[in-house]
């Protein structure tokens, strides 16, 4: 059992700090923390990013999936704050915000971005909590059909 708060660490690839402060800090309103030429520490909503400049091309994905990371507010008001944050520093939407499973225990709000390095950020607020982690029994997930390919 754990006794302690734990925060969630992710890092991921940037091509330059500069840019990524404008979008992380300014744009998003994480804080920064430790920096250097090739790294940045934010705090996203009290979880640890770091971005890590790369001279690897960034390519822009063919798709939200597989690879994406994101927020879930327990809150609709912070979700719609976000959101509307989003349009006031013209971020852009990489996906429009929408609505997802409606009428049904799935259903969330959601809406996702794309940072200047192409890494996709989704934005969630779940109408029912138990569907964030439960809801065993039903299996939509996704926007994608289940194929061959996807399923292994």
Not at 6 to 35: M, Q
Not at 104 to 125: M, R, V
Request: charged share 20%; with cysteine.
């Amino acid at each position: 059992m754990l006794t302690s708060t734990v925060l969630f660490h992710l890092a991921f690839p940037v091509s330059n700090i500069s840019d990524t402060k404008a979008y992380y800090v300014e744009g998003l309103g994480c804080t920064s923390g430790r920096e250097n030429a090739h790294c940045l520490i934010l705090n996203l909503y009290g979880h640890q990013l770091v971005a890590h400049v790369t001279t690897d091309p960034l390519e822009p994905p063919k798709s939200i999936y597989p690879r994406h990371f994101g927020l879930i507010f327990t809150a609709e008001a912070d979700w719609e704050r976000l959101r509307n944050q989003v349009g006031q520093q013209q971020l852009g939407f990489f996906h429009p915000p929408k609505n997802r499973f409606q009428n049904s225990l799935l259903e969330h709000k959601t809406f996702f971005l794309a940072d200047p390095f192409h890494n996709l950020i989704e934005i969630k607020y779940y109408r029912h909590p138990e569907a964030i982690f439960g809801a065993q029994g039903y299996d939509a997930i996704g926007d994608r059909p289940v194929t061959e390919a996807s399923s292994g």
